[in-house]
């Protein structure tokens, strides 16, 4: 079946660590995006891409990092300069054109003590 | 101000009810999605439009581009489709969306 992974779906980490969060698809999607979802706000664009091997910073980039070495996988690297890791981490994909319905994966709850 | 308002935040409604849930903004767009979120955090696209009105077996969506809103309607809602409904506006500008904060809808049998 065609769709969007992600892994893990629970992910705990000790503060000062970088933690890496997955993202596959296999819809044949150029574009993907990653959210961040906080409660009581709208989700937040982080990273997203449009090709192979190149990206562009959303509206919260600091403290994240990704690559896009794949068409299918768009990984995000929470590193420890993110002051505020513990959130819903959401990864999406797309055609190309922001007129195409964006395609959302199942979330990965991140928390750091 | 956000761009992209929702209201109610937080609705609950007896199984059988017309349910409404508001969406405003306040940038030029191309495009409004409304999207579904279930308990466990997925998200599912209910409705990407642009002018007039879409319908999809109980849900219909509605958008007014001069006056900067749109409807989500629920006819004869059901406990199942209790969930969180959130509107994203598409910018013109940036082809970017910006998200609401989502509306807590709960069914009651």
């Known amino acids: 079946d065609g769709g969007i992974t992600q892994s893990p779906k629970y992910l705990f980490r000790k503060e000062g660590q970088n933690v890496t969060l997955s993202c596959e698809q296999n819809?044949?999607?150029?574009?993907m995006y990653w959210y961040r979802q906080d409660p009581g706000q709208g989700l937040r664009l982080i990273y997203y891409s449009q090709i192979v091997n190149d990206f562009q910073k959303g509206d919260i980039a600091e403290g994240y990092s990704v690559s896009r070495e794949k068409k299918e996988s768009f990984p995000l690297t929470v590193t420890s300069a993110q002051k505020n890791p513990t959130a819903f981490y959401l990864c999406?994909?797309?055609?190309?054109?922001?007129?195409?319905?964006?395609?959302f994966g199942p979330g990965t709850r991140l928390t750091v003590t | 101000k956000n761009e992209v308002e929702q209201s109610p935040q937080n609705l609950t409604a007896q199984e059988g009810e017309f349910i409404t849930i508001n969406c405003s903004y306040s940038?030029?767009?191309?495009?409004l999605h409304w999207l579904q979120q279930h308990p466990g955090g997925g998200i599912v696209s209910l409705f990407m439009?642009?002018?007039g009105k879409k319908k999809h077996g109980r849900l219909i969506a509605t958008i007014n581009i001069q006056e900067k809103h749109s409807s989500l309607h629920i006819t004869a809602s059901h406990p199942r489709d209790s969930a969180v409904y959130i509107c994203a506006a598409l910018r013109g500008d940036t082809d970017k969306l910006i998200f609401g904060t989502g509306t807590r809808l709960q069914v009651f049998p």
């Open positions: 999406a994909s797309s055609h190309l054109g922001g007129t195409y319905e964006q395609y």
């Open positions: 819809l044949n999607h150029d574009a």
């Open positions: 940038v030029g767009i191309s495009a």
């Open positions: 439009l642009s002018s």
